[in-house]
């Protein structure tokens, strides 16, 4: 199968448009080999991290990252999400009961097990020999059975992470004071949440995020952009679960998606502030998530 071949098949896995493909070989594919190029010179497998708030697409990059890379190089690459690294749900209902009751939804710094994703890139990076990796299966909000995992057979050349909140950093703890919405207003008005959050993302999420030797960001032109983005995700959840005759009873409504996206606020918002110009490839978004510039804060060496 041809590169072009393989453009088109991912194009049309995902349900992208055409002119995708313009877009991988303007902007993604000299990353791709400008990745090369780093992973050749470390002489070991390179992590790279991609940021970028929910809806921006950093999902879809990361997977045309593995099907690309391996396409220009006879090289293996691997995509983690950090949605697999989810404590289980009966951790999470514990850490609720303990600490604050928001824990019960999973996604801020604190719903992660930080030891798992550690103890995986280091098999990954340091074990030449079959490696298992977590899975989380959202549908039923907890882990997939571990037989379910995926296995590796082999360490990669290139590991890449990705996540919303993949190389955020800690506010100061006065920071933290003055809610920035109504959840945390009205549910958190003790700063119990966000201070345990803050607590885990400067220290445990720190260590995580020292693993990596390249970034990559997409970024948002604001907050406001991330409600459209995942009400289209949604929407688009509700057609293909129309069209293949799924129930359709645990996608979220308008004001759901409100609610939800408000304990995601405080932290994307300091991350389009704060990591800009500590990445290797800022890729800026329009409202639409059409890149509209390129930049290389840091410089590869």
Known sequence: MTEAQDLSAFINKHKLPESYKDVVRKWFQPMAEAILIRQKKKGRPL?????????????????????????????SVISLSIDDFYLTHEQREQLANEVHPLFQTRGVPGT?????????????????????????????????????????????????????????????DEDLLNPLNTLEADEDDKCIWRRY?????????????????????????????VFDWRLEQEEKLRQACKEQLLPCDRLMSADEITRFIMHYQRITEHTLTTLPHKVH????????????????????N
């Open 47 to 75: 992590i790279i991290g991609i940021n970028g708030s929910q809806g921006s697409g950093k999902s879809t990059l990361a997977d045309l990252l593995v099907s690309l890379l391996p396409q220009m190089a006879d090289i």
């Open 281 to 300: 490839f800022l890729f800026e978004l329009d409202a639409k998530r059409n890149i509209i510039q390129l930049s290389t804060p840091l410089k590869l």
């Open 197 to 225: 959050a803050n607590h885990k993302l400067r220290h445990d999420y720190q260590r995580l995020f020292s693993q990596i030797d390249l970034w990559v960001m997409l970024k948002a032109p604001s907050f406001a952009c």
């Open 112 to 172: 992660h097990d930080i030891t798992l994703a550690l103890e995986t890139l280091y098999d990954l990076t340091h074990q030449n020999r079959a490696c298992k990796i977590p899975r989380f299966d959202k549908s039923h909000d907890n882990r997939y059975p571990i037989e379910q995992w995926h296995y590796v057979e082999a360490s990669p050349q290139i590991i890449i992470l990705e996540g919303w909140c993949v190389g955020a950093e800690a506010q100061s």
